[in-house]
């Protein structure tokens, strides 16, 4: 995942240079001209990150290629910082306060020095820029906006119960919080909340598609809210569910509303708002108001599924369902219907004892499990599940429904000091704190 950092590193160092002081830069001789050709660079670099970030996934040269840049790009950062670092031990050293003595020996053993080291420290990352320039441009990467918290995922209603393994007990309880009188003075919601990758949205569809459920509600509605809260277009995709002939587009929020009450005619509704981010309550509040001012909604209920306990407690006063990892025997069954072909894993005992230990690593988590098993589909070298088993999962190729591009949407959700201090935490070993 550390590739998606680097935006963020090459402004931070872009901006650094930039703000390098006359004293900083009078530490080493001869320098400003090869610092301004990195800054310049850097700079090229910087403009196309976000096509680069966006075709990763589907190119192996290039995530590899935006892995080396990473390491140039802290290299960089390095050396920026060793100048401010130099000019403030010249400045403590340089104060009254210490003796003639330290002065004249710190004064004697360390400008000249130090401008050599920084001088090639320079030349060297420019010299890896320029030879890493070849393979970049090749990848024909364009300008772009930084859109980067924008998002168009799609879900949807339908799903195989024979593909779910382990939630049974989750389903059932779910269905029951639905059958349960509610005394709420608005619509009930019930919130679903756990990490990318879960199965959150697995487990609604089981609940949505269950015959109780459908004869308790008569209408059911299901709608993908992803990154974009917005009241129009929420009130068009439900009205677009009930009647996908009804012509809205142009319609104002009132108009719509409007519409809503019409299509509703004294329905009972259960509504699936799934992967919800927005944590603006004054949002969530116009869209519950427009829902409760409907005076025959007795019995209608909503179910939200989010990432983000804070986004739960916004929408609902009942304390949230916290969906929780899969037990290992659960992951490991569904990791063999992943990863072999008609039930054949028993003539691979091999094979299913590095299949155990991959299991281990994904934690629970159903969609990392399925990740790896699809990977290692038809596969039955040993060396091959080895490499798999060995591997950080953001290393692996990835497709759009795996678990890569799921944690990447939560990255993108993090304020932007907790994504330097994830960027920071990267460049640790595993378990090395």
Not at 234 to 241: G, M, P
């Amino acid at each position: 995942m550390a590739e998606t950092f680097l935006l963020d590193i090459a402004q931070r160092v872009v901006e650094k240079i930039a703000h390098l002081s006359m004293e900083e830069l009078g530490l080493a001789f001869n320098v400003e001209s090869d610092l301004r050709k990195l800054k310049e660079t850097m700079s090229s670099i910087k403009a196309v990150l976000l096509d680069a970030e966006r075709q990763q996934h589907q190119n192996e040269k290039l995530r590899l290629c935006m892995w080396k840049l990473r390491d140039i790009f802290y290299d960089a950062e390095d050396v920026v910082d060793d100048f401010k670092c130099e000019a403030l031990r010249k400045q403590v050293v340089n104060h009254p306060s210490i003796s003639f003595k330290v002065r004249f020996l710190a004064s004697c053993s360390l400008p000249l020095s130090f401008s050599f080291k920084m001088g090639h420290k320079i030349k060297s990352i420019n010299q890896r820029l320029n030879e890493l320039a070849t393979e970049w441009n090749n990848f024909n990467l364009g300008q772009g906006t930084d859109n980067r918290h924008v998002f168009h995922r799609e879900t949807h209603s339908c799903v195989n119960s024979s593909d779910v393994i382990g939630r049974d007990v989750d389903k059932e309880n779910i269905i029951d919080l639905l059958m349960k009188p509610s005394e709420d003075p608005n619509i009930p919601v019930i919130p679903i909340v756990g990490i990318g990758g879960l199965g959150k949205t697995t487990l609604t569809q089981l609940v949505y598609n269950d015959d109780r459920v459908t004869r308790c509600f008569p209408l059911k509605i299901w709608i993908c809210v992803s990154d974009e809260f917005d009241l129009s277009r929420l009130l068009k995709l439900i009205i677009h569910s009930i009647n996908k002939g009804e012509k809205c587009d142009n319609l104002t929020v009132e108009a719509l509303q409007i519409c809503l009450r019409s299509l509703l005619n004294d329905k009972k509704f259960l509504l699936v708002l799934d992967d919800v981010w927005n944590e603006n309550r004054a949002r969530w509040i116009e869209l519950r108001d427009i829902l409760g001012s409907m005076d025959y909604l007795c019995g209608s209920k909503i179910i939200v599924t989010t990432r983000s306990l804070k986004v739960a407690f916004i929408m609902s006063s009942v304390h949230p369902y916290e969906l929780k990892g899969l037990p290992f025997e659960d992951c490991l069954t569904l990791f063999i219907k992943w990863a072999f072909n008609n039930e054949d894993e028993g003539q691979y005992p091999n094979l299913m004892r590095i299949g155990k230990e991959i299991v281990q690593k994904c934690k629970g988590v159903p969609l990392a499990v399925r990740t790896l098993g699809s990977l290692l589909f038809l596969k039955t070298e040993e060396s091959y599940w080895i490499s798999i088993r060995d591997s950080e999962i953001w290393m692996l190729e990835q497709s759009e429904n795996d678990i890569l591009p799921v944690l990447k949407l939560s990255y993108n959700h993090l304020p932007s000091h907790l994504q330097r201090c994830l960027a920071l935490l990267s460049l640790y070993k595993k378990d090395e704190i």
